[in-house]
Protein backbone atom coordinates (compact mmCIF):
# COMPACT_ATOMS: atom_id res chain seq x y z
CA UNK A 1 0.00 0.00 0.00
CA UNK A 2 2.87 1.98 0.97
CA UNK A 3 4.31 1.78 -2.86
CA UNK A 4 0.89 2.90 -4.12
CA UNK A 5 0.32 6.15 -2.37
CA UNK A 6 4.01 6.44 -3.76
CA UNK A 7 3.13 6.20 -7.16
CA UNK A 8 -0.52 7.57 -6.81
CA UNK A 9 1.52 11.14 -5.63
CA UNK A 10 4.48 10.43 -7.06
CA UNK A 11 3.62 10.34 -11.04
CA UNK A 12 1.34 13.19 -9.77
CA UNK A 13 3.82 15.68 -9.44
CA UNK A 14 6.20 14.17 -11.95
CA UNK A 15 3.01 15.40 -14.42
CA UNK A 16 1.95 17.92 -13.10
CA UNK A 17 5.88 19.47 -13.18
CA UNK A 18 6.25 18.99 -16.49
CA UNK A 19 2.83 21.02 -17.42
CA UNK A 20 0.23 18.40 -18.58
CA UNK A 21 -3.17 19.41 -17.53
CA UNK A 22 -4.52 18.78 -14.21
CA UNK A 23 -7.46 16.39 -15.63
CA UNK A 24 -4.71 14.31 -17.68
CA UNK A 25 -2.42 14.46 -14.19
CA UNK A 26 -5.05 13.29 -12.15
CA UNK A 27 -6.46 10.45 -14.51
CA UNK A 28 -2.91 9.06 -15.74
CA UNK A 29 -1.57 8.81 -11.98
CA UNK A 30 -5.13 6.89 -11.11
CA UNK A 31 -4.23 4.80 -14.03
CA UNK A 32 -0.78 4.14 -12.59
CA UNK A 33 -1.62 3.00 -9.58
CA UNK A 34 -4.42 1.05 -10.52
CA UNK A 35 -2.28 -0.79 -12.77
CA UNK A 36 0.27 -1.77 -9.56
CA UNK A 37 -2.58 -2.65 -7.49
CA UNK A 38 -4.00 -5.19 -10.40
CA UNK A 39 -7.48 -3.61 -10.62
CA UNK A 40 -8.89 -3.88 -13.55
CA UNK A 41 -8.84 -0.93 -15.80
CA UNK A 42 -12.71 -0.43 -16.67
CA UNK A 43 -13.23 0.85 -12.89
CA UNK A 44 -11.69 4.00 -13.87
CA UNK A 45 -14.72 4.09 -16.66
CA UNK A 46 -17.25 3.22 -14.36
CA UNK A 47 -16.25 5.64 -11.55
CA UNK A 48 -15.02 8.42 -13.88
CA UNK A 49 -19.18 7.97 -15.59
CA UNK A 50 -20.88 7.14 -12.22
CA UNK A 51 -19.63 10.33 -11.20
CA UNK A 52 -21.28 12.42 -13.95
CA UNK A 53 -24.34 10.68 -13.80
CA UNK A 54 -26.02 12.76 -11.15
CA UNK A 55 -28.50 15.10 -11.66
CA UNK A 56 -27.13 18.12 -9.30
CA UNK A 57 -24.39 17.89 -11.70
CA UNK A 58 -26.90 19.09 -14.63
CA UNK A 59 -27.32 22.65 -12.71
CA UNK A 60 -23.10 23.47 -13.61
CA UNK A 61 -23.24 23.28 -17.46
CA UNK A 62 -26.44 25.73 -17.53
CA UNK A 63 -25.23 28.44 -15.25
CA UNK A 64 -21.77 28.09 -17.11
CA UNK A 65 -23.81 28.82 -20.38
CA UNK A 66 -25.99 31.58 -18.71
CA UNK A 67 -22.93 33.19 -17.39
CA UNK A 68 -21.17 33.25 -20.88
CA UNK A 69 -24.63 34.16 -22.23
CA UNK A 70 -24.40 37.69 -19.46
CA UNK A 71 -20.84 38.13 -20.51
CA UNK A 72 -21.21 38.39 -24.19
CA UNK A 73 -24.38 40.44 -24.43
CA UNK A 74 -24.02 43.71 -22.58
CA UNK A 75 -25.15 42.68 -19.43
CA UNK A 76 -21.70 43.32 -17.44
CA UNK A 77 -21.13 46.93 -18.89
CA UNK A 78 -25.32 47.87 -17.38
CA UNK A 79 -23.88 46.25 -14.17
CA UNK A 80 -21.05 48.43 -14.18
CA UNK A 81 -22.78 51.39 -15.16
CA UNK A 82 -26.17 50.46 -12.46
CA UNK A 83 -22.63 50.31 -9.97
CA UNK A 84 -21.29 53.63 -10.65
CA UNK A 85 -24.46 54.90 -9.88
CA UNK A 86 -24.18 53.40 -6.41
CA UNK A 87 -20.20 53.74 -5.05
CA UNK A 88 -18.59 55.58 -8.16
CA UNK A 89 -19.04 59.29 -6.76
CA UNK A 90 -16.20 58.45 -3.49
CA UNK A 91 -12.65 58.94 -4.23
CA UNK A 92 -11.26 56.28 -6.17
CA UNK A 93 -14.94 55.19 -6.95
CA UNK A 94 -13.97 53.24 -10.03
CA UNK A 95 -12.12 50.44 -7.82
CA UNK A 96 -15.61 50.35 -5.97
CA UNK A 97 -17.91 49.96 -9.00
CA UNK A 98 -15.40 47.47 -9.84
CA UNK A 99 -15.89 45.28 -6.63
CA UNK A 100 -19.59 45.77 -6.81
CA UNK A 101 -20.10 44.95 -10.23
CA UNK A 102 -18.14 41.91 -9.19
CA UNK A 103 -20.70 41.00 -6.70
CA UNK A 104 -23.35 41.52 -9.02
CA UNK A 105 -22.12 39.63 -11.52
CA UNK A 106 -20.74 37.09 -9.91
CA UNK A 107 -24.04 36.56 -8.01
CA UNK A 108 -24.97 35.48 -11.94
CA UNK A 109 -22.17 34.12 -13.41
CA UNK A 110 -20.67 31.90 -10.54
CA UNK A 111 -17.68 32.23 -12.01
CA UNK A 112 -14.85 34.49 -10.92
CA UNK A 113 -12.98 33.88 -14.47
CA UNK A 114 -16.11 35.27 -16.13
CA UNK A 115 -15.86 37.44 -13.88
CA UNK A 116 -12.56 38.96 -14.60
CA UNK A 117 -12.83 38.83 -17.71
CA UNK A 118 -15.65 40.54 -18.01
CA UNK A 119 -15.85 43.06 -15.90
CA UNK A 120 -12.02 43.66 -16.30
CA UNK A 121 -12.10 44.18 -20.32
CA UNK A 122 -14.28 46.67 -19.29
CA UNK A 123 -13.25 48.83 -16.30
CA UNK A 124 -9.14 48.10 -16.36
CA UNK A 125 -8.49 50.05 -19.43
CA UNK A 126 -11.16 52.44 -17.97
CA UNK A 127 -9.26 53.06 -14.53
CA UNK A 128 -6.22 53.37 -16.27
CA UNK A 129 -7.89 55.87 -19.03
CA UNK A 130 -8.59 57.98 -15.22
CA UNK A 131 -5.48 58.40 -13.77
CA UNK A 132 -5.14 54.65 -11.41
CA UNK A 133 -1.87 52.70 -11.51
CA UNK A 134 -2.29 49.61 -14.08
CA UNK A 135 -1.67 47.14 -11.49
CA UNK A 136 -3.47 48.59 -8.52
CA UNK A 137 -6.73 48.23 -11.10
CA UNK A 138 -5.87 44.53 -12.20
CA UNK A 139 -5.26 43.78 -8.18
CA UNK A 140 -8.99 45.22 -7.64
CA UNK A 141 -10.61 43.43 -10.46
CA UNK A 142 -8.90 39.91 -9.18
CA UNK A 143 -9.37 39.90 -6.13
CA UNK A 144 -12.99 41.12 -6.14
CA UNK A 145 -13.90 38.82 -8.78
CA UNK A 146 -13.66 35.67 -6.01
CA UNK A 147 -16.93 36.69 -4.53
CA UNK A 148 -18.97 35.27 -7.54
CA UNK A 149 -17.16 32.30 -6.10
CA UNK A 150 -19.38 32.43 -2.77
CA UNK A 151 -22.46 34.32 -3.80
CA UNK A 152 -25.07 32.15 -5.02
CA UNK A 153 -25.45 30.42 -7.15
CA UNK A 154 -21.80 28.83 -7.68
CA UNK A 155 -20.86 25.77 -9.41
CA UNK A 156 -18.46 24.88 -7.18
CA UNK A 157 -20.50 25.28 -4.69
CA UNK A 158 -22.48 22.74 -6.27
CA UNK A 159 -19.23 20.40 -6.37
CA UNK A 160 -18.70 20.64 -3.13
CA UNK A 161 -22.19 19.68 -2.37
CA UNK A 162 -22.03 16.64 -4.15
CA UNK A 163 -18.39 15.83 -2.85
CA UNK A 164 -19.68 16.22 1.44
CA UNK A 165 -22.39 13.66 0.05
CA UNK A 166 -25.06 15.53 -0.98
CA UNK A 167 -25.81 18.62 1.12
CA UNK A 168 -28.84 20.54 0.72
CA UNK A 169 -27.33 23.23 -2.36
CA UNK A 170 -30.54 25.78 -1.43
CA UNK A 171 -28.34 25.68 1.67
CA UNK A 172 -25.30 26.15 0.90
CA UNK A 173 -25.94 28.73 -1.42
CA UNK A 174 -27.74 30.89 1.20
CA UNK A 175 -24.57 30.41 3.69
CA UNK A 176 -22.25 31.74 1.18
CA UNK A 177 -24.07 35.05 0.89
CA UNK A 178 -22.96 36.91 3.85
CA UNK A 179 -19.21 35.81 3.35
CA UNK A 180 -19.38 36.36 -0.27
CA UNK A 181 -20.46 40.07 -0.04
CA UNK A 182 -18.16 40.25 3.62
CA UNK A 183 -15.01 40.07 1.15
CA UNK A 184 -16.35 43.15 -1.08
CA UNK A 185 -16.88 45.41 1.26
CA UNK A 186 -13.26 44.26 3.21
CA UNK A 187 -11.78 44.94 -0.06
CA UNK A 188 -12.64 48.56 -0.15
CA UNK A 189 -11.16 49.30 2.96
CA UNK A 190 -7.41 48.78 1.39
CA UNK A 191 -8.88 50.13 -1.96
CA UNK A 192 -9.83 53.47 -0.24
CA UNK A 193 -6.54 53.54 1.22
CA UNK A 194 -4.67 53.23 -1.58
CA UNK A 195 -6.95 55.88 -3.57
CA UNK A 196 -6.58 58.39 -0.54
CA UNK A 197 -2.50 57.59 -0.60
CA UNK A 198 -2.09 58.26 -4.14
CA UNK A 199 -5.20 60.93 -4.93
CA UNK A 200 -6.83 58.73 -7.35
CA UNK A 201 -9.90 60.97 -8.66
CA UNK A 202 -13.56 61.62 -7.29
CA UNK A 203 -16.25 60.27 -9.22
CA UNK A 204 -18.93 62.91 -10.99
CA UNK A 205 -22.46 63.19 -9.86
CA UNK A 206 -25.18 61.84 -11.98
CA UNK A 207 -28.42 63.81 -12.75
CA UNK A 208 -31.78 62.00 -11.92
CA UNK A 209 -32.62 61.19 -15.78
CA UNK A 210 -29.44 59.53 -16.26
CA UNK A 211 -30.34 57.64 -13.16
CA UNK A 212 -33.42 56.21 -13.66
CA UNK A 213 -32.05 55.15 -17.28
CA UNK A 214 -29.58 53.46 -15.93
CA UNK A 215 -31.49 52.13 -13.15
CA UNK A 216 -34.24 50.73 -16.13
CA UNK A 217 -31.45 48.93 -18.36
CA UNK A 218 -29.31 47.20 -15.64
CA UNK A 219 -33.23 45.85 -13.89
CA UNK A 220 -33.09 42.62 -15.97
CA UNK A 221 -29.57 41.61 -15.66
CA UNK A 222 -30.28 42.02 -11.55
CA UNK A 223 -33.28 40.23 -11.60
CA UNK A 224 -31.68 36.92 -12.33
CA UNK A 225 -30.55 36.74 -9.22
CA UNK A 226 -34.06 36.91 -8.13
CA UNK A 227 -35.39 34.26 -10.37
CA UNK A 228 -32.73 31.87 -9.58
CA UNK A 229 -32.37 32.35 -5.76
CA UNK A 230 -36.01 33.39 -4.98
CA UNK A 231 -37.16 30.25 -6.90
CA UNK A 232 -34.86 27.72 -4.91
CA UNK A 233 -35.78 29.50 -1.60
CA UNK A 234 -39.23 28.92 -2.32
CA UNK A 235 -39.50 25.69 -3.61
CA UNK A 236 -40.88 26.12 -6.73
CA UNK A 237 -37.87 24.39 -8.63
CA UNK A 238 -34.16 23.00 -7.73
CA UNK A 239 -30.96 24.57 -8.06
CA UNK A 240 -30.84 22.57 -11.27
CA UNK A 241 -33.97 23.65 -12.79
CA UNK A 242 -33.29 27.02 -11.55
CA UNK A 243 -30.23 26.91 -13.84
CA UNK A 244 -32.26 26.34 -16.57
CA UNK A 245 -34.01 28.92 -16.27
CA UNK A 246 -31.49 31.04 -15.86
CA UNK A 247 -30.29 30.10 -19.54
CA UNK A 248 -33.75 30.60 -20.74
CA UNK A 249 -34.09 34.14 -19.20
CA UNK A 250 -30.04 35.42 -20.18
CA UNK A 251 -31.19 33.86 -23.21
CA UNK A 252 -34.61 36.15 -24.08
CA UNK A 253 -33.04 39.20 -22.60
CA UNK A 254 -29.85 39.36 -24.38
CA UNK A 255 -31.22 38.46 -28.25
CA UNK A 256 -34.70 39.92 -27.51
CA UNK A 257 -34.10 43.17 -24.44
CA UNK A 258 -30.81 44.44 -25.22
CA UNK A 259 -30.33 42.71 -28.34
CA UNK A 260 -26.57 44.20 -28.96
CA UNK A 261 -25.10 40.97 -30.20
CA UNK A 262 -27.24 39.27 -33.35
CA UNK A 263 -28.98 35.40 -33.07
CA UNK A 264 -26.28 34.33 -35.04
CA UNK A 265 -23.63 35.05 -32.09
CA UNK A 266 -25.38 32.16 -29.76
CA UNK A 267 -23.39 29.65 -31.63
CA UNK A 268 -20.27 31.00 -30.95
CA UNK A 269 -21.41 30.81 -27.63
CA UNK A 270 -22.53 27.34 -27.34
CA UNK A 271 -19.38 26.64 -28.56
CA UNK A 272 -17.31 28.35 -26.15
CA UNK A 273 -19.09 27.55 -22.82
CA UNK A 274 -19.35 23.55 -24.56
CA UNK A 275 -15.03 23.62 -24.48
CA UNK A 276 -15.62 24.84 -20.77
CA UNK A 277 -18.05 22.67 -19.65
CA UNK A 278 -16.56 19.80 -21.22
CA UNK A 279 -13.33 20.73 -19.30
CA UNK A 280 -15.06 21.64 -15.89
CA UNK A 281 -16.84 17.97 -16.21
CA UNK A 282 -14.14 15.67 -17.23
CA UNK A 283 -12.41 17.50 -14.30
CA UNK A 284 -14.93 16.21 -12.30
CA UNK A 285 -15.00 13.20 -13.56
CA UNK A 286 -10.81 12.34 -12.70
CA UNK A 287 -10.67 14.19 -9.56
CA UNK A 288 -13.49 11.95 -8.36
CA UNK A 289 -11.23 8.91 -9.33
CA UNK A 290 -8.02 9.84 -8.24
CA UNK A 291 -10.32 10.34 -4.44
CA UNK A 292 -11.63 6.97 -4.59
CA UNK A 293 -8.24 5.97 -4.83
CA UNK A 294 -7.23 7.71 -1.94
CA UNK A 295 -9.78 6.64 -0.05
CA UNK A 296 -9.10 2.93 -0.85
CA UNK A 297 -5.87 3.39 0.35
CA UNK A 298 -7.19 5.29 2.97
CA UNK A 299 -5.20 8.12 2.88
CA UNK A 300 -7.91 10.57 4.43
CA UNK A 301 -7.65 8.47 7.54
CA UNK A 302 -3.99 8.55 8.04
CA UNK A 303 -3.77 12.46 7.05
CA UNK A 304 -6.60 13.07 9.82
CA UNK A 305 -4.58 10.77 12.21
CA UNK A 306 -1.67 12.91 11.38
CA UNK A 307 -3.85 16.63 12.22
CA UNK A 308 -5.01 15.44 15.01
CA UNK A 309 -1.55 14.32 16.45
CA UNK A 310 -0.57 17.75 16.17
CA UNK A 311 -3.11 19.72 18.78
CA UNK A 312 -6.91 18.19 19.90
CA UNK A 313 -7.92 21.94 20.38
CA UNK A 314 -10.15 23.19 17.82
CA UNK A 315 -9.35 26.32 16.69
CA UNK A 316 -5.47 25.00 16.09
CA UNK A 317 -6.74 21.80 13.94
CA UNK A 318 -9.11 24.68 11.77
CA UNK A 319 -6.00 26.71 11.69
CA UNK A 320 -3.77 24.13 10.37
CA UNK A 321 -7.03 23.28 7.86
CA UNK A 322 -6.71 26.48 6.31
CA UNK A 323 -3.13 26.80 5.64
CA UNK A 324 -3.10 23.60 4.16
CA UNK A 325 -5.93 24.58 1.61
CA UNK A 326 -4.27 27.98 1.23
CA UNK A 327 -1.24 26.53 0.41
CA UNK A 328 -3.14 24.02 -2.39
CA UNK A 329 -5.05 26.47 -3.59
CA UNK A 330 -1.52 28.97 -4.97
CA UNK A 331 -0.75 25.43 -6.71
CA UNK A 332 -3.85 23.02 -7.82
CA UNK A 333 -7.14 24.31 -9.17
CA UNK A 334 -10.24 24.87 -7.44
CA UNK A 335 -12.77 21.94 -8.71
CA UNK A 336 -10.29 18.97 -8.08
CA UNK A 337 -9.25 20.55 -5.52
CA UNK A 338 -12.94 20.46 -3.70
CA UNK A 339 -13.42 16.83 -4.70
CA UNK A 340 -10.10 15.63 -3.40
CA UNK A 341 -9.88 17.72 -0.04
CA UNK A 342 -13.37 17.24 0.96
CA UNK A 343 -13.22 13.32 1.93
CA UNK A 344 -9.70 14.07 3.81
CA UNK A 345 -11.12 17.07 6.18
CA UNK A 346 -15.02 17.37 6.03
CA UNK A 347 -14.62 14.21 8.76
CA UNK A 348 -12.52 15.65 10.92
CA UNK A 349 -14.63 19.22 11.03
CA UNK A 350 -17.29 17.23 11.82
CA UNK A 351 -15.90 15.36 14.64
CA UNK A 352 -15.26 18.90 16.05
CA UNK A 353 -18.76 20.07 15.51
CA UNK A 354 -18.04 22.01 12.36
CA UNK A 355 -21.56 22.45 10.08
CA UNK A 356 -20.50 20.77 6.99
CA UNK A 357 -22.14 23.56 5.04
CA UNK A 358 -19.57 26.24 7.31
CA UNK A 359 -16.79 24.28 6.38
CA UNK A 360 -17.78 24.23 2.61
CA UNK A 361 -17.83 28.22 2.66
CA UNK A 362 -14.52 27.85 4.83
CA UNK A 363 -12.99 25.45 1.79
CA UNK A 364 -14.56 28.16 -0.80
CA UNK A 365 -12.78 30.83 0.79
CA UNK A 366 -9.46 29.48 1.13
CA UNK A 367 -9.50 28.31 -2.28
CA UNK A 368 -10.97 31.56 -3.98
CA UNK A 369 -7.70 32.86 -2.78
CA UNK A 370 -5.45 30.72 -4.50
CA UNK A 371 -7.05 31.61 -8.05
CA UNK A 372 -5.34 35.02 -7.32
CA UNK A 373 -2.15 33.94 -6.62
CA UNK A 374 0.40 32.06 -8.82
CA UNK A 375 1.89 30.11 -9.98
CA UNK A 376 -1.69 28.76 -10.87
CA UNK A 377 -3.99 31.17 -10.27
CA UNK A 378 -6.21 31.35 -13.17
CA UNK A 379 -8.18 34.48 -12.27
CA UNK A 380 -4.83 36.10 -11.80
CA UNK A 381 -3.67 34.64 -15.45
CA UNK A 382 -6.74 36.23 -17.00
CA UNK A 383 -6.91 39.72 -15.08
CA UNK A 384 -3.42 39.99 -16.51
CA UNK A 385 -3.92 39.01 -19.48
CA UNK A 386 -6.95 41.44 -19.85
CA UNK A 387 -5.05 43.93 -18.27
CA UNK A 388 -2.59 43.32 -20.70
CA UNK A 389 0.40 43.56 -17.77
CA UNK A 390 2.92 40.42 -16.25
CA UNK A 391 1.89 38.42 -13.36
CA UNK A 392 5.04 39.17 -11.16
CA UNK A 393 4.38 43.40 -11.86
CA UNK A 394 0.93 42.54 -10.52
CA UNK A 395 1.47 40.60 -7.49
CA UNK A 396 3.42 43.48 -5.77
CA UNK A 397 0.10 45.37 -5.88
CA UNK A 398 -1.62 42.49 -4.49
CA UNK A 399 -0.41 42.19 -0.77
CA UNK A 400 -3.12 44.23 0.51
CA UNK A 401 -5.89 42.53 -0.76
CA UNK A 402 -4.52 38.86 0.26
CA UNK A 403 -4.35 40.00 3.51
CA UNK A 404 -7.83 41.46 3.81
CA UNK A 405 -8.70 38.39 2.34
CA UNK A 406 -7.59 35.83 4.49
CA UNK A 407 -8.77 38.18 7.64
CA UNK A 408 -12.38 37.56 6.20
CA UNK A 409 -11.42 33.60 5.94
CA UNK A 410 -10.25 33.63 9.52
CA UNK A 411 -13.19 35.97 10.32
CA UNK A 412 -15.82 33.46 8.67
CA UNK A 413 -14.20 30.04 10.31
CA UNK A 414 -13.84 31.21 14.08
CA UNK A 415 -17.70 33.25 13.77
CA UNK A 416 -20.25 30.75 12.63
CA UNK A 417 -22.86 33.66 12.56
CA UNK A 418 -21.77 34.61 9.20
CA UNK A 419 -22.15 31.52 7.17
CA UNK A 420 -24.61 29.56 9.40
CA UNK A 421 -27.53 32.82 10.28
CA UNK A 422 -28.94 32.37 6.42
CA UNK A 423 -29.36 28.76 6.54
CA UNK A 424 -30.78 28.60 10.20
CA UNK A 425 -33.62 31.72 9.52
CA UNK A 426 -34.31 30.06 6.24
CA UNK A 427 -34.45 26.76 6.76
CA UNK A 428 -35.52 25.94 10.62
Keep these: MN ?14 FFGIPISFTLSMSSIFTMIYLKIPLMVIGQKMSDVLDNFSLMAIPF ?13 ARR ?11 MRGGLAFVNIVASMFFGGMSGSSVADTASIGSIL ?9 DRDYSIAVTVTSSTQGLIIPPSHNAIIYAYAAGGLSIARIFLAGAIPGVMIGLFLMIPSYIIAVKRGYPVGKEFKLKHVLKTTEEAFLGLFTIVIIIGGILSGIFTATEASAIAVVYAFFVAFFVYREIPLSKFWEILWDSGKTIIAVMFLIASASTFAWLMAYLRIPNAI ?20 VLLGLGMIMDMAPLILITTPIFLPIVINLGVSPIHFGIIMLMNLGVGLCTPPVG ?51
Design 63 to 75: FILAGQIMSDSGI
Design 124 to 132: IPAMVKKGY
Design 304 to 323: AQAVLGVSSNKYIILLIINI
Design 79 to 89: LVDFSNLLVGR
Design 378 to 428: NTLFVGCIVGKMKIEQVVRALWPFYIVMVFVVLLVTYVPFFAMWLPGILFK
Design 3 to 16: LAIIILFGSFLVLL
